[in-house]
T-cell receptor
C-alpha cells in the first residue's frame, strides 16, 4: 500500500538559513512524487514534481528536491529561507502500484515551517 | 493557469442541516476530488470522480455524498451535518485519470457546524 511519512511535524529556521524537509514514501513501483505548499488560509500550491530522469528536480520559489530510491526519500531543500516561506508543506506520492487507484495521490501529514526574522 | 473555485471560504451551519459545498474548475479536467483537512491529520480523501456522474469513495466517505452532473462542477453534500464534520474542506482537480497527475487545489471552505 502507498503511504507517505513526513517525520517532522514542525520545523523552525532563521531567515537566510538553509532548509531541508524530509519525506519518506512506501511504494512498490516507480513513484510519482510531489511537494506542495499551503500558506495560511489558502489551498495547496504545487512546488515541484518528480516522474523520472534526473533525480534532482527544481521547482518554483527556489526549492529543489532529490529522489533517492535506495532510501525511499524525496527531501525538499532550499539554500536560503525567506520569511515568506513560512507555511505548511506536504509531500505526496502516486503512480501504478498494486491496489493503487488511477489518478489518486497519497499525502503526508505535513510539516509546518516557522521562519525567525 | 488552472482555476479551482470553491463557492464559500467560510460557512457556518447547524447540526442536522443538509450542507452543500460547491467546487468548479475551468480547465476541462476529468478528475475531481474532495478532501478534508484537520490539524495533525493532513489531507484525507472523502470522494473523487473520474467523469460526469461517476464517483468513487475515498478513505472517509461516511456521512458524505457527492454529485457531478457537469464536468466542471463537483459538489460535496453533508446529508445531516454533525459537529465532528467541522473542518477545512479542499477541492482539487487533475487533467485526466492517469498516474502521477498533479492536482490543482481550490482555496478551501472552512466549515463550522454548531
Amino acid at each position: 500500500a502507498q503511504s507517505v511519512t513526513q517525520p517532522d511535524i514542525h520545523i523552525t529556521v532563521s531567515e537566510g538559513a538553509s532548509l531541508e524537509l524530509r519525506c519518506n514514501y512506501s511504494y512498490g513501483a516507480t513513484p510519482y512524487l510531489f511537494w506542495y505548499v499551503q500558506s495560511p488560509g489558502q489551498g495547496l500550491q504545487l512546488l515541484l514534481k518528480y516522474f523520472s530522469g534526473d533525480t534532482l528536480v527544481q521547482g518554483i520559489k527556489g526549492f529543489e528536491a532529490e529522489f533517492k530510491r535506495s532510501q525511499s526519500s524525496f527531501n525538499l531543500r532550499k539554500p536560503s529561507v525567506h520569511w515568506s516561506d513560512a507555511a505548511e508543506y506536504f509531500c505526496a506520492v502516486g503512480g501504478p502500484d498494486r491496489g493503487s487507484t488511477l489518478g489518486r495521490l497519497y499525502f503526508g501529514r505535513g510539516t509546518q515551517l516557522t521562519v525567525w526574522p | 493557469d488552472v482555476k479551482v473555485t470553491q463557492s464559500s471560504r467560510y460557512l457556518v451551519k447547524r447540526t442536522g442541516e443538509k450542507v452543500f459545498l460547491e467546487c468548479v474548475q475551468d480547465m476541462d479536467h476529468e478528475n475531481m476530488f474532495w478532501y478534508r483537512q484537520d490539524p495533525g491529520l493532513g489531507l484525507r480523501l472523502i470522494y473523487f470522480s473520474y467523469d460526469v456522474k461517476m464517483k468513487e469513495k475515498g478513505d472517509i466517505p461516511e456521512g458524505y455524498s457527492v454529485s457531478r452532473e457537469k464536468k466542471e462542477r463537483f459538489s460535496l453534500i453533508l446529508e445531516s451535518a454533525s459537529t465532528n464534520q467541522t473542518s477545512m474542506y479542499l477541492c482539487a482537480s487533475s487533467l485526466y485519470p492517469g498516474y502521477g497527475q498533479p492536482q490543482h487545489f481550490g482555496d478551501g471552505t472552512r466549515l463550522s457546524i454548531l
